[in-house]
């Protein structure tokens, strides 16, 4: 019994990954996510609407925006449409994630991904296409959700929030190659095009979800253990159900299971969201976040078209992706490294987040104010340097502010929260605000000067008494007894899989 037992909940054995491949793999994943967001918003693929002169002269429209004559509200509308589902997607992911292995989630969401990117291809209209990016998102949710607590799990302890930052910096990087990429493929060939590259590139990774021996995130009982699919508080009923329907051979146990174990699941859920509502760390940290983020997706959007109208940029896609590219790796890498070298510590990520914040903000909305296209790139480069620097410290808060068997919940929530009240709204609100004014350089500074409240919000954390739960039990100590080491690295558990003790009997 005791070996049986021990069989059952032994972690799956070590694939070929490493902890750096698995790393790099997931940063192309994660490249190729934010090449799609950046795709859509450029003047390549995005397009423009047609339009008239009063003297009777007029323009055809080019891009998506043209070819299904959008307003600018639908416009902003269809960047966020991909949202929705991602919203949805988001929470249902992490919860799985508790009862179905995580890497097969991510390989699930990948695949959705990849076949609703074909589907934005051959779109025919604005709602077929607003459909599409919402399903974009479900499959993205599962990456988001479950990415980073792997790559926590497998950082070396010294380096962990570089490599969150590594993860992290392809968020800019991806977005500015987007840009890039569509820009070139709008220009030269068809903006559909786009989404179809995309696909390609994101296939292999699909697959690979799938055919791969599946990894395990610590706090969280193996896959293939039977019991671990409903937890260890559900396994007595479980057996108890088995029984029934083996003696009555009827459906009606089974159903009877199927429905406590969703609400079991439910229950979870709502236990975990009320803790993470009740964290005056984390919801501080999400507010912050919430603000930085409905500047960054409407900066991300906009930015271009922005860029073009106010400096009359011809090629508006290069140079805001190649000032976003070089900025975002540098700005990103330095707030993680900044970070280890200061100690990563809850406080000091506060710190940072709020210091370099407001040194972003200044530089932004300083550059919007000048005239001359050249001062404004110089200090806009600048500031994206400190703005970005953001991205390493706030996750790093949201994944060590809770234990380890909350980190999906925890990214979850927080994906849903700086989306849903961040850029979500943004980019709408932010094309209603232009056509209001018509005019760009007073939209820009508008929406600049909403940095300096993140900078504040994250500010009044330093102050806040926080404790780093990273090494803390997990919920259930049989399943983090039986998954291993709780600080072995989870690629690498050769050893910690020929040392298991048996079970008790």
Same mark, same amino acid.
Request: net charge neutral; hydrophobic share 45%.
């Given at each position: 019994?005791?070996?049986?037992?021990?069989?059952?909940?032994?972690?799956?054995?070590?694939?070929?990954?490493?902890?750096?491949?698995?790393?790099?793999?997931?940063?192309?994943?994660?490249?190729?996510?934010?090449?799609?967001?950046?795709?859509?918003?450029?003047?390549?693929?995005?397009?423009?609407?047609?339009?008239?002169?009063?003297?009777?002269?007029?323009?055809?429209?080019?891009?998506?925006?043209?070819?299904?004559?959008?307003?600018?509200?639908?416009?902003? /509308?269809?960047?966020?449409?991909?949202?929705?589902?991602?919203?949805?997607?988001?929470?249902?992911?992490?919860?799985?994630?508790?009862?179905?292995?995580?890497?097969?989630?991510?390989?699930?969401?990948?695949?959705? @991904?990849?076949?609703?990117?074909?589907?934005?291809?051959?779109?025919?209209?604005?709602?077929?296409?607003?459909?599409?990016?919402?399903? /974009?998102?479900?499959?993205?949710?599962?990456?988001?959700?479950?990415?980073?607590?792997?790559?926590?799990?497998?950082?070396?302890?010294?380096?962990?929030?570089? @490599?969150?930052?590594?993860?992290?910096?392809?968020?800019?990087?991806?977005?500015?190659?987007?840009?890039?990429?569509?820009?070139?493929?709008?220009?030269?060939?068809?903006?559909?095009?786009?989404?179809?590259?995309?696909?390609?590139?994101?296939?292999?990774?699909? /697959?690979?979800?799938?055919?791969?021996?599946?990894?395990?995130?610590?706090?969280?009982?193996?896959?293939?253990?039977?019991?671990?699919?409903?937890?260890?508080?559900?396994?007595?009923?479980?057996?108890?159900?088995?029984?029934?329907?083996?003696?009555?051979?009827?459906?009606?146990?089974?159903?009877?299971?199927?429905?406590?174990?969703?609400?079991?699941?439910?229950?979870?859920?709502?236990?975990?969201?009320?803790?993470?509502?009740?964290?005056?760390?984390?919801?501080?940290?999400?507010?912050?976040?919430?603000?930085?983020?409905?500047?960054?997706?409407?900066?991300?959007?906009?930015?271009?078209?922005?860029?073009?109208?106010?400096?009359?940029?011809?090629?508006?896609?290069?140079?805001?992706?190649?000032?976003?590219?070089?900025?975002?790796?540098?700005?990103?890498?330095?707030?993680?490294?900044?970070?280890?070298?200061?100690?990563?510590?809850?406080?000091?990520?506060?710190?940072?987040?709020?210091?370099?914040?407001?040194?972003?903000?200044?530089?932004?909305?300083?550059?919007?104010?000048?005239?001359?296209?050249?001062?404004?790139?110089?200090?806009?480069?600048?500031?994206?340097?400190?703005?970005?620097?953001?991205?390493?410290? /706030?996750?790093?808060?949201?994944?060590?502010?809770?234990?380890?068997?909350?980190?999906?919940?925890?990214?979850?929530?927080?994906?849903?929260?700086?989306?849903?009240?961040?850029?979500?709204?943004?980019?709408?609100?932010?094309?209603?605000?232009?056509?209001?004014?018509?005019? @760009?350089?007073?939209?820009?500074?508008?929406?600049?000067?909403?940095?300096?409240?993140?900078?504040?919000?994250?500010?009044?954390?330093?102050?806040?008494?926080?404790?780093?739960?990273?090494?803390?039990?997990?919920?259930?100590?049989?399943?983090?007894?039986?998954?291993?080491?709780?600080?072995?690295?989870?690629?690498?558990?050769?050893?910690?899989?020929?040392?298991?003790?048996?079970?008790?009997?």
């Amino acid at each position: 019994m005791a070996s049986s037992s021990t069989a059952l909940l032994s972690p799956p054995k070590p694939s070929w990954f490493t902890p750096e491949r698995l790393l790099v793999i997931f940063c192309v994943i994660n490249l190729i996510n934010y090449v799609d967001r950046g795709a859509i918003a450029s003047n390549g693929v995005n397009g423009s609407r047609g339009s008239c002169t009063k003297s009777g002269t007029c323009t055809s429209g080019r891009g998506i925006q043209g070819d299904f004559n959008l307003s600018n509200f639908e416009d902003g /509308v269809l960047s966020s449409a991909f949202m929705v589902g991602l919203l949805l997607a988001c929470p249902i992911f992490a919860s799985l994630a508790k009862s179905v292995n995580p890497f097969r989630l991510i390989g699930v969401g990948l695949s959705v @991904w990849t076949v609703a990117v074909v589907g934005c291809g051959f779109s025919i209209n604005f709602w077929s296409i607003t459909v599409c990016r919402m399903l /974009v998102g479900v499959g993205e949710a599962s990456f988001i959700s479950l990415a980073a607590p792997f790559i926590d799990d497998n950082a070396p302890p010294a380096k962990k929030t570089l @490599w969150l930052g590594m993860f992290y910096m392809f968020i800019p990087t991806g977005y500015a190659a987007g840009y890039v990429y569509g820009g070139l493929v709008g220009d030269h060939f068809n903006w559909r095009y786009a989404f179809f590259g995309e696909a390609v590139l994101m296939l292999p990774f699909a /697959v690979l979800g799938f055919a791969m021996k599946p990894l395990q995130l610590k706090g969280f009982a193996p896959a293939e253990s039977t019991k671990a699919l409903t937890s260890i508080e559900t396994a007595s009923l479980e057996v108890q159900d088995t029984d029934v329907s083996v003696v009555k051979g009827s459906m009606k146990s089974s159903k009877s299971k199927c429905a406590f174990v969703d609400l079991k699941q439910f229950s979870r859920f709502m236990k975990d969201l009320k803790v993470l509502l009740l964290d005056k760390v984390y919801v501080v940290n999400v507010i912050g976040y919430i603000i930085y983020n409905f500047v960054l997706g409407a900066y991300s959007y906009w930015g271009p078209k922005a860029g073009y109208s106010i400096y009359n940029m011809s090629n508006a896609d290069l140079i805001f992706g190649g000032i976003t590219i070089v900025c975002g790796i540098v700005g990103t890498l330095a707030g993680g490294y900044v970070l280890d070298l200061i100690n990563s510590t809850i406080s000091n990520a506060f710190k940072l987040l709020s210091a370099v914040t407001f040194a972003g903000a200044i530089f932004c909305f300083s550059a919007f104010c000048f005239k001359n296209m050249y001062p404004f790139l110089a200090l806009f480069a600048i500031g994206e340097l400190f703005v970005f620097a953001t991205q390493a410290p /706030v996750n790093f808060i949201c994944l060590h502010c809770v234990q380890p068997s909350m980190r999906p919940i925890s990214m979850a929530i927080s994906t849903v929260a700086i989306h849903l009240f961040g850029d979500v709204p943004s980019s709408p609100l932010v094309g209603v605000l232009q056509d209001q004014t018509n005019n @760009w350089r007073k939209t820009a500074l508008i929406l600049t000067s909403i940095l300096f409240p993140a900078a504040v919000i994250w500010f009044i954390g330093i102050f806040l008494h926080s404790v780093d739960r990273f090494d803390e039990e997990s919920e259930h100590p049989e399943v983090t007894t039986a998954d291993g080491s709780n600080t072995t690295p989870l690629l690498d558990r050769k050893a910690a899989g020929t040392t298991e003790t048996p079970a008790e009997p």
